[in-house]
């Protein structure tokens, strides 16, 4: 089994199950009596239709013991360059003010800059709201993004500490030609500090995330998905994350009739076969395919009992 661990991270290809997945999974922690808060990174925000609450981009309480949000980086974006513009424009004179807010607009659809944005508002809710939950669930968009948030603590660091040691030349320059005109030495730099300030929750972030997380990787069994999923847990494993679960999803149950489905579920044995073969160092988990889509309580209570049978979540009380 599983050990627990108090923050599971659900990753996987598009449209595997990935947000149907995290949803029960801390639907069940929260059943347990655990305070629970599920977090969708996904721009598509599918949870809100999942569990038909109404979510925004701060935590609402939808079941007892059960909170959700999904993060809009959009607006984080867009609320992260507006406060750089205003710090900007307090240290720069007129004449490249339209320049600098050239750059600014372009930052703002900027690669890089929605996934930084991500990576702040997972900052505050799984390090400074640590206290608030004992377990939380993020809900991750599709593998290739997920992995990149997840070197990216690392990325970002460089790029902030290269920025803040830019920033502290100019200054030093600044306070030596200031001693030679017995001017006194400026005042600490905000930008520095904010710098600084915004490098270290990064590193928070990433030591959280190394040292309290479970990766799940869901896909289903068929050809590509299996590719995307072996890859994944590769490039996980080299970063040192711990990898939880596989769970293949949408598999036909035994008893769905018909010759069509016969011969689906023979294929699917088949791409079974060989996720056992590639990935059976893990614990692989199978998740029927539900003759609908999964929306509200007791399709969820399903696919947490196709989880549960398997162990899933692990034991709150694990250590
Ligand atoms: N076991 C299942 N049985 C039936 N339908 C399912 C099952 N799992 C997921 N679905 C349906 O498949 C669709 C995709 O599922 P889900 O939204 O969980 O995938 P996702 O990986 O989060 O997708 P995305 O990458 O777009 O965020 C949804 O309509 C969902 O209801
Ligand atoms: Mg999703």
């Given at each position: 089994m599983?050990?627990?661990?108090?923050?599971?991270?659900?990753?996987?290809?598009g449209?595997?199950?990935?947000t149907?997945?995290?949803?029960a999974?801390?639907?069940a922690?929260?059943?347990?009596?655990?305070?629970?808060?599920?977090?969708?990174?996904?721009?598509?925000?599918?949870?809100?239709?999942?569990?038909?609450?109404?979510l925004?981009?701060?935590?609402?309480?939808v079941?007892?013991?059960?909170?959700a949000v999904?993060?809009d980086?959009?607006?984080?974006?867009?609320?992260?360059?507006?406060?750089?513009?205003?710090?900007?424009?307090?240290?720069?004179?007129?004449?490249i003010?339209?320049?600098?807010d050239?750059?600014?607009?372009l930052?703002?659809?900027?690669?890089?800059?929605l996934?930084?944005?991500i990576?702040?508002?997972?900052?505050?809710?799984?390090?400074d709201?640590?206290?608030?939950?004992?377990?939380?669930?993020?809900?991750?968009a599709?593998?290739?993004?997920?992995?990149?948030?997840?070197?990216?603590?690392e990325?970002?660091r460089?790029?902030?500490?290269?920025?803040?040691?830019?920033?502290?030349?100019?200054r030093?320059?600044?306070r030596?030609?200031?001693?030679?005109?017995?001017?006194?030495?400026?005042?600490?730099?905000?930008?520095?500090?904010?710098?600084r300030?915004?490098?270290?929750?990064?590193t928070?972030?990433?030591?959280r995330i190394?040292e309290?997380?479970?990766?799940?990787?869901?896909?289903?069994?068929?050809?590509?998905?299996i590719?995307?999923t072996?890859?994944?847990?590769?490039?996980?494993?080299e970063?040192?994350?711990?990898?939880?679960?596989?769970?293949?999803?949408?598999v036909?149950?035994?008893d769905?009739?018909?010759?069509?489905?016969?011969a689906?579920?023979e294929?699917?044995?088949?791409?079974?076969?060989?996720i056992?073969?590639?990935?059976?160092h893990r614990?692989?988990?199978?998740?029927p395919?539900?003759?609908?889509?999964?929306?509200?309580?007791?399709?969820?209570?399903?696919?947490?009992?196709?989880?549960?049978?398997?162990?899933?979540?692990?034991d709150?009380?694990a250590?």
């Open positions: 599983t050990p627990a661990r108090t923050v599971t991270l659900v990753g996987g290809k449209g595997v199950g990935k149907t997945t995290a949803a999974l801390a639907s922690h929260a059943a347990a009596g655990a305070r629970t808060l599920l977090v969708s990174t996904d721009p598509a925000h599918s949870t809100g239709d999942l569990l038909q609450a109404r925004g981009d701060e935590p609402t309480e079941a007892p013991s059960l909170w999904e993060i980086a959009e607006a984080t974006a867009d609320a992260h360059v507006e406060r750089v513009r205003a710090d900007a424009r307090r240290l720069v004179g007129p004449e003010r339209a320049t600098v050239r750059h600014l607009d930052a703002k659809r900027g690669a890089g800059t996934e930084s944005a990576l702040d508002r997972l900052a505050a809710l799984l390090v709201d640590a206290a608030r939950y004992d377990r939380v669930v993020v809900d991750t599709p593998t290739g993004h997920t992995l990149r948030l997840l070197a990216m603590p990325l970002l460089g790029w902030v500490g290269g920025l803040v040691r830019q920033r502290e030349r100019v030093g320059l600044d030596s030609l200031a001693n030679l005109t017995g001017d006194d030495a400026p005042p600490d730099d905000p930008v520095v500090e904010r710098l300030a915004r490098a270290d929750r990064l928070a972030l990433r030591r190394h309290d997380a479970v990766i799940h990787l869901v896909c289903v069994p068929e050809r590509l998905p590719e995307e072996v890859r994944a847990e590769a490039a996980l494993r970063a040192d994350l711990r990898i939880g679960a596989i769970v293949v999803n949408q036909l149950p035994d769905a009739e018909g010759a069509f489905l016969a689906r579920r294929q699917q044995g088949v791409h079974l076969a060989d056992d073969r590639r990935l059976g614990q692989v988990v199978h998740v395919q539900l003759p609908h889509d999964v929306r509200g309580p007791d399709d969820l209570a399903a696919i947490r009992a196709a989880l549960a049978a398997a162990g899933l979540p692990a709150p009380q250590p």
